[in-house]
């Protein structure tokens, strides 16, 4: 079997529908065609300032998040970044490899640093991009399943595997993306040209899958549309319109088409409803089954324990190889 790898971050308190049907519902399919590796990236949720007792808290909610909604830690690797130091290690050799003109034309970077301001922006958050293709290249998956948001750092991820395999020895596969067609993007309900975000814009933007149905329900009621009528599809003149249609399609299962079809003659506070009703659907075993994994911390933490002794025996040996290679002395 091929290898796929994932990750996301444990930046909030809940994943955001952008998150589930943007990444982790493919994660749940590509189980069974692939050996998985899915992890909860907290180093990289430090590149920005993080309180300690939520970091630690949102780490175990994210990993039962990921197991509510069907990773299957029989099946998939599950794991925290932070229990596989090789994460970080290998990221060191890799920053040394990477031109700071390069890093430094990473997109993310740009326009978070440009919101932050220089003396707020971690050195950190300009490596984050490293650090990532450390994460992906230890396990030398053939496929990354990764967001739009994130191309470009995948590119950096292959030209750095390249480089390494080349100025030394063959150590690294050279990943692809592995982007799924109609896979949705999600965007922010009250800016809905901006993709919805853990720690972007403000709450009542969001959707997020462990809220009351009740909450979700008048966010959505007060997502912002436009002052015509019509219920159609059309991403650059009805932005918010098409992102509510895209969220309620991918939820039911219904071709956008068809639920257009559905509202000729009716309004877009049916559009609402409608849109509120199928995330409440959604929504109410994945909170059930959450409640279960955090009401048992021993369980989650054991999980986790396993999924790190897996990735750590194939970080290792990876690592290894990389120290052997750049010319490092073995210990004895
Ligand atoms: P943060 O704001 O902390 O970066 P995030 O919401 O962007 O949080 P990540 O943990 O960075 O979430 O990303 C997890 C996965 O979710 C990635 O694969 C990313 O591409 C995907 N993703 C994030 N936001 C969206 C969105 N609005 N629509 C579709 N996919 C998304
Ligand atoms: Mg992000």
């Known amino acids: 079997k091929d290898r796929v790898l994932s990750g996301i971050q444990p930046t909030a308190d809940s ?57 299957d830690p029989a099946r998939s690797t599950l794991f925290v970044q932070s229990h596989v130091p090789e994460h970080a290690q290998l990221a060191w050799v890799l920053n040394c490899l990477t031109g700071f003109g390069e890093a430094g034309r990473m997109t993310q970077f740009k326009d978070k640093s440009a919101k932050q301001g220089s003396d707020h922006t971690s050195v950190g958050l300009f490596t984050y991009p490293i650090l990532q293709a450390a994460d992906i290249l230890l396990y030398r998956p053939q496929r990354v399943p990764v967001g739009e948001d994130q191309r470009q750092h995948l590119e950096l991820t292959r ?8 100025r030394f020895k063959k150590t690294f596969v050279v990943p692809e993306a592995h982007i799924v067609t109609g896979i949705a993007k999600i965007y922010d309900l009250q800016e809905p040209t901006v993709k919805m975000s853990k720690s972007g814009a403000t709450p009542a933007g969001r959707i997020e899958i462990l809220d009351d149905p ?7 009621r007060s997502a912002v549309t ?43 506070g049916d559009l ?61």
């Open 226 to 268: 436009d002052t015509e009528r019509e219920i159609v599809y059309d991403v650059a003149r009805k932005p918010g319109v098409s992102n509510l249609l895209v969220i309620q399609s991918a939820l039911t299962g219904t071709p956008v088409q068809t639920l257009v079809d559905g509202y000729v003659g009716k309004g877009y």
């Open 159 to 166: 030209d750095l595997a390249q480089r390494f395999n080349s």
């Open 214 to 220: 009740a909450v979700s329900a008048k966010r959505i």
């Open 15 to 71: 994943f955001h529908l952008g998150n589930y049907l943007g990444a982790v519902r493919q994660w749940v399919d590509l189980q069974d065609e692939y050996e998985a590796f899915y992890f909860i990236p907290d180093l990289h949720a430090i590149t920005v300032p993080q309180d300690p007792k939520d970091l630690r808290a949102r780490t175990r909610r994210a990993a039962a998040q990921l197991l509510a909604v069907g990773i």
């Open 272 to 332: 609402k409803s409608d849109t509120a009703e199928a995330v409440a659907e959604f929504v109410a075993p994945v909170r059930r089954a959450f409640d279960e994994y955090v009401g048992d911390p021993a369980e989650l933490d054991r999980i986790l324990a396993d999924g790190a002794e897996r990735a750590r025996e194939i970080a290792a040996t990876t690592l290894a190889q990389v120290y052997d290679r750049v010319g490092f002395l073995p210990p004895r």
